[in-house]
């Protein structure tokens, strides 16, 4: 198959705007059991969840969170509890001399620049130590209810494989749904790409040949064209 070049294997802003009317007539979307991450109510908890969560799976991210906060519950507490201590509760999301250091320079600056406020906006929440795109805008959608795409590897992987958009990187994408995604999508698009790329276009196996998107999506039109070369 011939490799495309960035930027060049999109589809027509008409055939997105139809790829998320389907995906919203097909997927639950934003339900009242679609909490996160995960399941983490409280800002402060929910920064923290997310910087736990990175190479970890979702259950030992709830592990190490929640053994975390059967210790502490403020910033205040987690930077007075001792680095061993800390790195002893988030043991089973692993990587946790690094977050240790990084849970104690967030709390720090929480402390010192944002009176133990977590902020709300994608800019100043990139500033916290430990946080990246795909953290801030889980925490301005899932805790701040905001109209945000957040991109995790399942999102990534299914805007990516349609042709929504076109990106190496989860961030990139992330970016590129900024506008790609038709401005009545961008409030539930993380739910419905998420729950999509869980339900149809797995990782391994996408059940293209059911699947309602299959007339637009690049993925599956240049894998047919691969196979019809193949044969002939
Ligand atoms: S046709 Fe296949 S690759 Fe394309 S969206 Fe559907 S399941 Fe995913």
Redesign the pocket.
């Known amino acids: 198959m011939a490799k495309h070049q960035r930027g060049q294997r999109l589809l027509p802003e008409s055939e997105v705007e139809e790829a998320f009317r389907r995906l919203k007539s097909h997927m639950p979307g934003r339900t009242a059991t679609a909490k996160g991450p995960k399941d983490q109510p409280d800002p402060f908890r929910s920064v923290v969840s997310c910087i736990l969560s990175a190479q970890s799976l979702d259950r030992n991210t709830a592990a190490a969170t929640n053994a975390l906060f059967a210790l502490v519950k403020t910033p205040d507490e987690l930077l007075a509890l001792p680095d061993e201590a800390v790195a002893q509760a988030i043991r089973p999301c692993g990587l946790y001399n690094m977050k240790t250091r990084n849970l104690k320079a967030l709390c720090r600056t929480l402390i010192d620049e944002h009176e133990r406020v977590v902020p709300q906006t994608r800019e100043e929440l990139m500033r916290l130590p430990g946080v990246g795109r795909k953290c801030a805008d889980i925490v301005m959608s899932f805790t701040f209810d905001a109209d945000v795409i957040a991109v995790d590897t399942h999102v990534n992987r299914?805007a990516n494989?349609?042709g929504i958009t076109d990106e190496a990187t989860a961030d990139r994408t992330a970016q590129a749904l900024e506008t790609r995604a038709p401005a009545w999508a961008q409030r539930d698009g993380h739910f419905w790409l998420i729950q999509f790329g869980k339900a149809?276009?797995k990782s391994q196996r996408?059940?293209?040949e059911t699947?309602f998107?299959?007339d637009l999506?690049l993925?599956?039109s240049a894998s047919k064209v691969v196979v019809t070369e193949a044969v002939s």
Do not use: D
């Open positions: 299914v494989r349609i149809v276009c996408p059940r293209c699947c998107l299959n999506c993925f599956f």
